[in-house]
Nanobody
Framework: VQLQASGGGLVQVGGSLRLSCAASGLAFSNYDMAWFRQAPGKEREFVGGIRWSFGSTRYADSVKGRFTISRDNAKNTVYLQMNSLKPEDTAVYYC?????????????????WGQGTLVTVSS
């Protein structure tokens, strides 16, 4: 299984970025997907997730209303659209996959992880 995250970069405060995570080696449409991030000196934190069916989503309070997760099962890809970026959004962003289950997206242990993509928001 491989999860390939891309789309990170340097952006100014208030700007936007879209991250992508391409999955291979798994039945993507049967997996719940999530994005996490880890800022320098901080623990990794849940950003948001999307379920395998009906595309229901869950977000951390810190990004709610600014970030949107979507998925394209035909392309085996999950996206993270980030708008109104703030300096505190600076982090390495990771995508993760877990076989679908009723466990809340923010609290489960994900089976597979991507390599991370760096997002830097400059002021």
């Amino acid at each position: 299984v491989q999860l390939q995250a891309s789309g990170g970069g340097l952006v100014q405060v208030g700007g936007s970025l879209r991250l992508s995570c391409a999955a291979s080696g798994l039945a993507f449409s049967n997996y719940d997907m999530a994005w996490f991030r880890q800022a320098p000196g901080k623990e990794r934190e849940f950003v948001g997730g999307i379920r395998w069916s009906f595309g229901s989503t869950r977000y951390a309070d810190s990004v709610k209303g600014r970030f949107t997760i979507s998925r394209d099962n035909a392309k085996n890809t999950v996206y993270l659209q980030m708008n109104s970026l703030k300096p505190e959004d600076t982090a390495v962003y990771y995508c993760a996959a877990d076989r679908n289950s009723p466990t809340p997206l923010y609290s489960r242990r994900y089976d597979y992880w991507g390599q991370g993509t760096l997002v830097t928001v400059s002021s």
